[in-house]
Structure formats: C-alpha cells, structure tokens
C-alpha cells in the first residue's frame, strides 16, 4: 500500500541525521496521501539506519494503523491532528535540532532578523506552549500557533521545551523548512551573542516573502 510515498518518506529521513537535526531514534516525517487520506509514518524506537520502505506504517487520519508490522510514531496522533486540521499539509517533520530546540527551551520566537527568515518563513518562527508527548495536545497547539500566533506564514512552529514541527505541501517541502529553520535559528542565536540583532521591517518582510515565493527560483 502506497509504495511510493512509503519510498519517499523512508529516503527522506535520511536527511534529518545528514543535516544534524536528530540524533538516534528521536525525530520523524510522515507524507499525507492526498487520494486516500492515509499517513506514512516512521516506526517508533527503530535507528535511522534502519529505515526502509518496508518498516514505514500506515495509518488512518486518526492515527489507527492500517498496514505495518511496527508501531508507529509516538507523535502519531500529533501528525494527524495537523492533517485533519489543515487539508493542505501533505507533509510534517519533527526533530529537536539543537538550535531551534535551544530557542524552544527558553520558550522564545526566534525573531526575522535575517532575510533568510524573511523569504522562508516570512516572519518570525512562532513558539507555541508547553504539551505533553503522546495525544492530539501538541497537535492542537501547533494547529492554534499557526492558526492565530504572530506568524501564518511560518512552516515551522517550536514548541516549549519540546523541539522542531515543520509542515509543507509535500514532506520534501517540511524537510526543507526543517533544514532551514535550524539554520537561521543558530545564525540568530550567534547573532546574539554579538549584542542586540537589528530587526526587519514588517514591510520588507512582507515584500521579502512575497519576492520568494512567488518570483525566486525556476
């Protein structure tokens, strides 16, 4: 059942250890199939090394499985909280990156103080309230923060105490944000580190955002 998007999530998780976004089990990316509503997740517990087509689970929108011989996700029902909650996410990535993870300890937005921010995230990097692992709770706080937080542009949401949830229109484009929020999350922390960053007008973020989304690129 839905090999290829079983294929792409499997090869994709690759990518959260390459780019030093997870270390040893933590972390996981589940693709939304758009025809059948199913989810592919990561298996819980089982080392990056080890993923493969074979060992990703299938759910339903209620995170009850429904092909797999392993269990899925600890943040299953999280995923799919956000899926029934927002038709156009096909793709969700969780990791605790040490950086953006360093700013959701300390239960802060990461402030637009870099163009980068400005283009990918248009804005700042929400950071939504503490939830306890395990139900729909994180879930439905991610779904309030990017719902009614100070950024609806943003594909990333930190969460306090907690790490990383990125979402896209495929779970390429929630690996991309991952990626990417990590990366502006440590500029912005070194920045710190030299004195007081200058902050972004809203204008040219807005002008910033809408130049890359809609102009940059092929």
């Not at 990518?15 to 030093?20: A, D, R, V, Y």
């Not at 074979?54 to 029902?77: I, L, R």
Request: glycine letters at 10%; aromatic letters at 6%.
């Amino acid at each position: 059942m839905l090999e290829e998007l079983r294929s792409i999530v499997a090869a994709l998780h690759q990518e959260l250890p390459n780019n030093g976004l997870c270390t040893w089990t933590s972390g996981n990316i589940s693709g939304r199939d758009p025809e059948s509503g199913y989810v592919v997740i990561k298996p819980s517990g089982v080392l990056f090394g080890d993923l493969d087509t074979d060992n990703m689970v299938v759910v339903d929108n209620h995170a009850q499985v429904v092909e797999g011989t392993f269990k899925p996700s600890s943040d299953t029902a999280t995923h799919c909280y956000i899926y029934r909650e927002m038709p156009e996410v096909g793709g969700i990535v969780h990791t605790h990156s040490p950086y953006a993870t360093a700013w959701a300890a300390s239960g802060r937005d990461i402030p637009c103080v870099l163009t980068a921010m400005a283009d990918e995230f248009g804005g700042v990097i929400p950071c939504g309230g503490f939830a306890l692992i395990g139900g729909e709770e994180i879930g439905q706080e991610i779904a309030r923060v990017l719902r009614e937080g100070p950024n609806p542009h943003s594909p990333a949401v930190i969460m306090q105490n907690h790490g990383v949830f990125t979402i896209g229109p495929t779970p390429k484009a929630a690996v991309k944000a991952a990626v990417m929020c990590e990366d502006v999350a440590r500029t912005v922390f070194l920045a710190h580190q030299l004195g007081q960053p200058i902050p972004i007008a809203p204008q040219d973020i807005a002008r910033l955002h809408q130049r890359y989304t809609q102009v940059y690129g092929q």
